[in-house]
């Protein structure tokens, strides 16, 4: 679709017109921005609203100060209302999926003449299930009620916030509207074994067939995405919409423009998603669980049914999985190089190229086929209970049995899916195609990246005082050939916006883990920030090296000299110990001065120190790697921004590792191939805490000596804002 006179026009009254409403002036980067977004759009072509145009996305660097979200959201509203598209933004943080609903979005539409709704998508697992507070409630006091199965897993106790009253005082407020069912919408934060009890997921929920269908917080929330000209996500959601073929939960890809803000968290996102394990011996009691839910189940079935034959076929599979579970971790346990010491209660092996042992493989097998049969005879049984709900037709399990059993029978069949997702990948040949996915997965091994690395394979060994377990994983090592198959190559479009897209000045790094396009258009925003005047970056003269025994010495030596007379000092550490180590050191001289991100929630902490700085009293965070990315603490809030180490990855990820070991084995260097550029993401995002606006003024320290005495320093500096720079030799 051109981009026609009438929509650039609509997009710069747009513009006009909140400038003037807000009383803001223009910014060049911002207008580039706009003119960038919406010559992408203006360029897909289509035939009868279907892309015929090339997959291709536009990724735009963009930093603190653009005015990102109102860029994308002036150029892409009229483009998509245009071309008929619903408009999906997708965020990584709650806080900024917050602001664009509550103030963004409400801010363009008030001050502009553009005409468009929009709404929040959220996953079902963040609303009330009324089915389930119902049943909780009547299963309170009643132990041998009819629903007691539906709870067979909790454990609720009477504290609050678990009590009846609590529950009770849920379902009032829900009842009178005083609360739509929202979990984040709750007045306190709701603790996860207690939020579990009253929610449910796609497995469980009987949809159209539950007697609350017409009350359902859910499905309500969803009414609107049908209408809305903007659905606001977050990356996770968009990612388990994929995984459902898409459309589930969102619009189609098809019939779709995607904005990722923050989007340089998207292949992590992905691999996260993407990523697969089982916990053998708590698997074991989880089939212990199913087995008692079992003997429960029943008397409510007719004796010689098909449900009453399934329900055995079920006990004789769950007991092949727990015996081939055993072998498993028996030949683990005893065959691994688990290296543990007094520290630690953990151990980890990576099996190097995803190569298992030949015994290990061939145990692995046998668990995935006594698997897949349990996954088999429940998804069997869940069917059955289904059919219950279709009052037309006569059926061999009452209505009332199957709406008190197929949540719980749902919740098995969900969580053995889940088991077998991590022995199908166990299972995979390395370097063949998976023959046992759907032809929509099958394709991820063709397209985009076919030398794509071997999948990640480990084992995780935990010791607690009274038990222990091994829990088995599998990840991608990259998540190229997953996004490009399920999202760039279906999705209408799709633009990628964050403050740091680039490692070491180039799109490369970005490129290669998220697969994107190769008719993809890039652009880096300038920045509006004179970096030379309003900050300064040093390097002080530290003696010794993080890597020298002697470093945290040097940092409680150090550190004070650093915020004496300064009012907001953030300190980073890549450490949690270290960072912990250091606060005892100089707390005892330094009391009601140090904060750290452990001492309290993150919100209290920040509201702390700034608390400390409107009274004019000094205050000194320390923080890791979340403080290094995810706070904002504008003007008078942060001067002085301390790093203490440069971010290298630990070296014991294992996705990491088996990515450096892909590398090697291509003649490549891995150290400055992924250590080098995923440093310097992190550093910069880490400097990009000191200025918040054009008007904000500071310095940033860095303590790690490496930036200037390695060959590879230099480029990590380069990377950073030009600020003016001072480093002593």
């Known amino acids: ?93 709650v806080a900024l999926q917050d602001q664009i609903v509550l103030k963004d979005l409400p801010d363009l539409k008030k001050h502009s003449n553009l005409e468009f709704s929009w709404t929040l998508a959220k996953g079902r697992g963040r609303y009330l299930c009324m089915s389930r507070l119902e049943a909780r409630l009547h299963d309170e006091g009643n132990g041998d009620s009819d629903t007691m199965p539906l709870f067979l897993l909790d454990n609720a106790d009477g504290d609050e916030p678990g009590s009846r009253t609590f529950f009770e005082n849920m379902l009032a ?47 309500d929330a969803r009414k609107d995405l049908d209408d809305a000209d903007v659905v606001v996500a977050n990356h996770d959601l968009v990612l388990a919409d994929l995984a459902l073929g898409g459309g589930a939960i969102l619009p189609e890809p098809e019939n779709a423009l995607f904005i990722f803000d923050e989007a340089h968290h998207l292949p992590d996102k992905a691999l996260n998603h993407f ?35 399934t329900l055995d076929k079920i006990s004789t599979a769950a007991r092949d999985v727990d015996q081939a579970l055993a072998r498993v971790y028996e030949h683990a346990e005893q065959n691994t190089g688990w290296e543990f010491n007094e520290e630690r209660r953990t151990a980890q092996w990576r099996y190097p190229e995803g190569e298992l042992p030949e015994q290990l493989a061939e145990l692995a097998a046998e668990a995935r086929v006594a698997t897949a049969g349990l996954v088999r005879q429940l998804g069997s049984l869940a069917d059955d209970l289904q059919g219950a709900f279709d009052e037309r037709k006569e059926h061999e399990i009452d209505r009332d049995t199957a709406e008190a059993w197929y949540p719980v029978i749902g919740g098995f069949h969900g969580r053995s899916e889940e088991q ?50 091994i829990t088995l994983y599998s990840s991608p090592v990259l998540a190229d050939n997953l996004l490009y198959a399920r999202l760039w190559s279906r999705a209408y479009g799709a633009v990628l916006t964050s403050a740091t897209l680039t490692a070491l000045g180039r799109f490369d790094r970005l490129k290669s883990r998220a697969g994107l396009p190769e008719a993809s258009r890039f652009l880096v925003v300038p920045s509006s920030f004179r970096y030379g005047e309003m900050a300064t970056v040093e390097v002080p003269a530290i003696p010794v090296l993080p890597t020298d025994d002697g470093f945290g010495d040097a940092l409680v030596r150090k550190l004070p000299e650093l ?32 904060l750290t991100q452990d001492d309290m929630a993150k919100g209290e902490v920040l509201k702390q120190h700034c608390g400390r700085v409107d009274e004019g009293r000094p205050s000194v965070l320390f ?33 990491e590792a088996s990515l450096a070991e892909w590398v090697t084995q291509r003649g490549g260097n891995p150290f400055m191939e992924i250590t080098v550029p995923d440093a310097s993401i992190k550093l910069v995002q880490a400097v990009g805490r000191l200025l918040r606006t054009e008007q904000d003024t500071g310095r940033v320290t860095i303590l790690d000596r490496r930036i200037v005495a ?12 030009p600020f003016r720079r001072i480093i002593e030799r």
């Open 173 to 219: 407020s829900y009842g009178s509207r005083e609360w739509d069912g929202d979990r984040d919408h709750w007045p306190e934060q709701i603790p996860d074994e207690v939020w579990r009890q009253v929610t449910t997921d796609h497995r469980q929920c009987t949809n159209r067939h539950c007697s609350y269908f017409d009350s359902c917080a859910f499905f």
């Open 710 to 721: 390695r060959r590879y320093g230099q480029l990590l500096l380069d990377a950073l804002p």
């Open 420 to 469: 077998l997702r991590l022995w199908a990948a166990w299972c995979d040949q390395v370097g063949t195609r998976p023959t046992d996915k759907p032809e929509s997965d099958a394709e991820e091994s063709a397209v985009a990246n076919p030398k794509s690395p071997p999948p990640a394979r480990w084992a995780v060994r935990q010791r607690w005082d009274h038990a222990e377990d």
């Open 275 to 309: 990523a697969a394990s089982v916990p053998l011996n708590s698997t074991r009691q989880w089939l212990k669980q199913l087995s008692q839910a079992l003997v429960k189940m029943q008397p409510f079935l007719s004796p010689g049914t098909q449900a009453t034959k």
């Open 1 to 93: 679709m051109a981009l026609t006179d009438p929509i650039k026009q609509e997009i710069q009254q747009g513009y006009r017109d909140v400038l003037a409403g807000k009383g803001i002036k223009a910014r060049y980067g911002q207008r580039l921005m706009i003119a960038e977004i919406a010559r992408y759009m203006g360029d897909i072509t289509d035939n009868d609203g279907q892309r015929t145009s090339p997959p291709a996305t536009c990724v735009v660097e963009a930093g603190t100060g653009t005015g990102k979200t109102l860029a994308y959201l002036i150029a892409a509203i009229p483009v998509a209302q245009a071309l008929g598209k619903t408009l999906v933004i997708s965020t990584a943080t």
């Open 563 to 594: 915020w004496a007379g300064e009012k907001a000092t953030l300190v980073l550490f890549t450490s949690r110990r270290q960072m912990q180590q250091v606060r005892d050191a100089l707390a005892p001289d330094y009391p009601d001065l140090i």
């Open 623 to 655: 923080g890791v790697a979340s403080f290094a990315e995810g706070i904002d603490l504008p003007g008078k809030y942060l001067h002085h921004v301390v790093i203490t180490r440069l971010p290298f990855s630990v070296p014991d990820d294992p996705i």
